[in-house]
């Protein structure tokens, strides 16, 4: 494979090989980035790597590993930032790598986006009623209505039966309407 004259070898080896374990990397090593690192550092990164690693500065390199590594690193750098930029899913992705399953989930896939769907739904109600219901019996407890509240719950939990948010919550609610 001819090597490319416009680029230092060293930096064309380590370029092949941060491609050939970008597999082994979270988006935040892709990055180079900390897991707490805030908005603005994540965008700074993400920007300095495209410049790097951007395919086009590499059309025309005589060296097709060195094209095939840059356009593969090119990929994961904005697939990681599209991910990270999104609290939700950044949120979701952290909680991910720092689980059990790192290794399977160190990229997001549409898994992870019906993984965290149904979390939120679950969280919320998986119903239209049940949602509703929620809602309202969270607006009772702020206005201090703690027996609409409990109503509320109560009626949630006949559309679902099985939400443990709710059950939890109208417990909760329940002893305090007791005074305990």
Do not use: C
């Not at 709710?166 to 305090?176: G, M, P």
Request: glycine share 4%.
């Amino acid at each position: 494979m001819p090597e490319d004259p416009n680029v230092h070898p060293h930096w064309a080896a380590e370029t092949k090989q941060i491609a050939a374990h970008l597999d082994e990397l979270d988006y935040f090593q892709v990055l180079g980035a900390r897991h707490d690192a805030p908005f603005p550092e994540l965008k700074a990164k993400y920007h300095q790597l495209q410049r790097n690693y951007h395919p086009d500065s590499f059309f025309t390199s005589p060296d097709d590993d060195l094209r095939r590594a840059v356009t593969a690193i090119a990929k994961r750098v904005a697939e990681a930032y599209v991910i990270l930029k999104d609290a939700e899913k950044r949120a979701k992705y952290v909680k991910d790598i720092t689980g059990p399953e790192r290794a399977k989930k160190l990229r997001y896939t549409d898994e992870s986006a019906r993984e965290q769907r149904i979390e939120k739904e679950q969280q919320l109600g998986k119903t239209p009623q049940g949602r509703q219901l929620w809602l309202k019996a969270q607006d009772s407890v702020k206005k201090g209505d703690l027996a609409a509240a409990v109503r509320d719950l109560k009626t949630a939990l006949i559309f679902e039966r099985d939400n443990d948010l709710f059950k939890a919550k109208l417990a909760e609610l329940e002893t305090q309407l007791k005074g305990g």
